[in-house]
Each structure stands twice: as C-alpha cells, then as structure tokens.
C-alpha cells in the first residue's frame, strides 16, 4: 500500500485563463504566486488490485473531521489522471485509490488542487516502486500533477510557490511563517466551476491585456515581499483579486462569487488597514470565500476577522 498527502494553495497572483494553442493542458498564460495552507490537506492510499481497470473507493467509514464523499464527476477526473500517470509510465496493473480531505469541500478551498497533486505523488510512489526506479523529482511531479489541475502544480512547493508558463517552482521570500485563515461566507456549491471560469473570462472586453497585468503584478508582489512591504503586498493582492473578479463580471454571460456578506467583510478588512496602518493580506478565489494571510507578529490581530 501507498500513501502520501499535500496541501492546498492560496494563489495572491492567480492562474485565469489557459493557452489555448498549446498541446499541453492547463498551460496557463501567465505567471502565478502562491501561499500553501499547511492545515488543509488531501490524503491518497492506494493499493494494487485485481480488477480489470482501476477502482475509485468513496469511504464512508471516516471520522466526523475527515471528507470523503466525491462526486460521480469528481471520481472520474481521479480515474482519469490515475490513468495518464499510468500510460506516461508505462505501467499496465490497476490500483485501487481511496482519497480523503481534513476539509470539506464547498467552503471556499479548492481541494482539487491538494487532491490531485496527492494523488500524483501516490500514484507515481507506487508504479516507482513495483517498476524499481527512482522517484521523480518535485518539479517532475508538479508537471505530471498540472495535467490533472493546473493550480495542483504549485501545491509541491512550500510555503511560496511561483509557477510560470513553464514550470511551478519554490519561490524564496524572506516572510515565512503566515497565519493563514479562511472566512467561509456560502456552504452552497459554486454554479461555475473555475475550470467553466477559465473559458468564460475569455469573453470579457478586460481580458485582452489580463496577462501583461498578471505578469506586472507577480514582479511587483515579489519585489514588495523581497522588500519585506508588507503594505505594498497587501495593496497588489487586492488589485489582483479584483482584477479576477471584474473579469468575471464583464464576461459575456457574467457570474458572480462576491456576496453581499463577502463585500462587507472587504469593507471592514480595508477600514482595519486605515485605522490600523497594518492589517492582513486578504484575496478571494473563484467563490465567495475571503482568504486573510497574517504575519506570525500580527497573531494579536487575527482574532478580530473570526477566521477557522
Ligand atoms: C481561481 O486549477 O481549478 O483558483 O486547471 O481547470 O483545474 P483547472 O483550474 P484550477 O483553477 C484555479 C483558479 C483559481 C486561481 C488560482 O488558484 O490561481
């Protein structure tokens, strides 16, 4: 038997939008940054089996903190990685796969990307092994994983991961050691997916320029946290988010994850910052969950936005 966990990442530059000329899949079309969430991890066990193609096993049997109810929808993406790992090995036996979150899903964490990149190192620990060859590099996995999911790609790299058109890597930022928190707004599932999101954003009038904007804004957030600005990371992370989210709303047809609950906790985030001087840096996925990322020195101020 093998098994492996990974985290899950905030990204503060996002991924949006793919190349869509590229043979590859889920090349995006320009660099991303991101955070890991070490307390939200995805777990994978896998075993051989003697059936005639692989077997996805739902667990019901966890404990009341472990999530394990996959979609009809979800099990086939799972079966279908499991596959392409299998064929770009060359390994020709069946496993049988269970996988777990310590977090359920709808709450504004993507646990795709944590599900696939434990997936991918599972998968490849156990055909490895039976093989008798030598595990693959991180960066080799990371590239492996994005096939599946390409926000999974940074989730091999901790805690700061850059990932550009053609790699994810670690990237070295002297802040370490964030508080991460995560304000659940919605429990209710997301009507468009971000996978629906990256074709839909390639509707919209501000998407022509999106890339150069991303890209500017990936040099400007590392020089800023290089540079220990903590205010001018704060400032190019909500730029960022929004940017995302306009895109979104000028989509033809326009979606919405921002809720009148999250708007208000925007509000209250940007007011701290003016009273403050200091406060977190705060951004938003494809959903109406509101990530807060806090310095280890600021863990007096992290009561203040209910975080879980
Ligand atoms: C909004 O990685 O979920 O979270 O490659 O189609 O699986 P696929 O998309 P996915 O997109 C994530 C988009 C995002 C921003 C980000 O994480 O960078």
């Given at each position: 038997m093998w098994k492996a966990n990974a985290p899950a990442n905030i990204a503060l530059?996002?991924?949006?939008?793919?190349?869509?000329?590229?043979n590859k899949k889920n090349i995006p079309l320009n660099t991303s940054i991101s955070y890991i969430l070490p307390k939200y991890l995805s777990f994978v066990e896998v075993s051989l089996?003697?059936?005639?193609?692989?077997?996805?096993?739902?667990?019901?049997?966890?404990?009341?903190?472990?999530?394990?109810?996959?979609?009809?929808?979800?099990?086939?993406?799972?079966?279908?990685?499991?596959?392409?790992?299998?064929?770009?090995?060359?390994?020709e036996k069946n496993f049988?796969?269970?996988?777990?979150?310590?977090?359920?899903?709808?709450?504004?964490?993507?646990?795709?990307?944590?599900?696939?990149?434990?997936?991918?190192?599972?998968?490849?620990?156990?055909?490895?092994?039976?093989?008798?060859?030598p595990y693959p590099s991180?960066?080799?996995?990371?590239?492996?994983?994005?096939?599946?999911?390409?926000?999974?790609?940074?989730?091999?790299?901790?805690?700061?991961?850059?990932?550009?058109?053609?790699?994810?890597?670690k990237l070295d930022i002297p802040i370490k050691d964030l508080i991460t928190?995560?304000?659940i707004i919605d429990k209710t599932q997301k009507k468009i997916s971000s996978s629906q999101a990256h074709k839909l954003v390639r509707t919209s009038l501000l998407f022509e320029n999106r890339p150069q904007r991303a890209n500017f804004r990936a040099i400007q957030l590392i020089d800023a946290l290089k540079n220990s600005n903590w205010q001018a990371a704060y400032k190019i992370a909500w730029q960022e988010f929004m940017d995302m989210h306009?895109?979104?709303?000028?989509?033809?047809?326009?979606?919405?994850?921002i809720t009148p609950k999250s708007w208000q906790i925007l509000s209250e985030v940007q007011k701290f910052w003016e009273d403050n001087n200091d406060g977190p840096i705060i951004t938003m996925d494809a959903g109406p969950a509101i990530h807060l990322l806090w310095r280890s020195d600021q863990s007096q101020l992290l009561t203040k936005f209910n975080p879980t």
């Open positions: 530059i996002k991924y949006m939008g793919k190349n869509e000329t590229c089996y003697e059936g005639d193609s692989d077997l996805f096993v739902n667990n019901s049997q966890l404990s009341t903190t472990l999530y394990s109810n996959f979609s009809n929808n979800e099990i086939s993406r799972f079966l279908q990685h499991a596959q392409f790992l299998k064929e770009h090995f060359e390994f049988s796969i269970k996988s777990w979150n310590n977090f359920p899903t709808g709450i504004g964490i993507a646990s795709s990307a944590s599900s696939f990149a434990a997936l991918t190192k599972t998968i490849v620990a156990a055909i490895v092994d039976l093989k008798n060859e991180n960066e080799y996995l990371s590239q492996l994983s994005r096939v599946a999911s390409g926000s999974s790609c940074r989730s091999f790299f901790q805690p700061w991961s850059i990932w550009t058109p053609d790699k994810a890597e928190s995560v304000i306009a895109l979104f709303h000028t989509s033809d047809s326009p979606f919405f994850y």
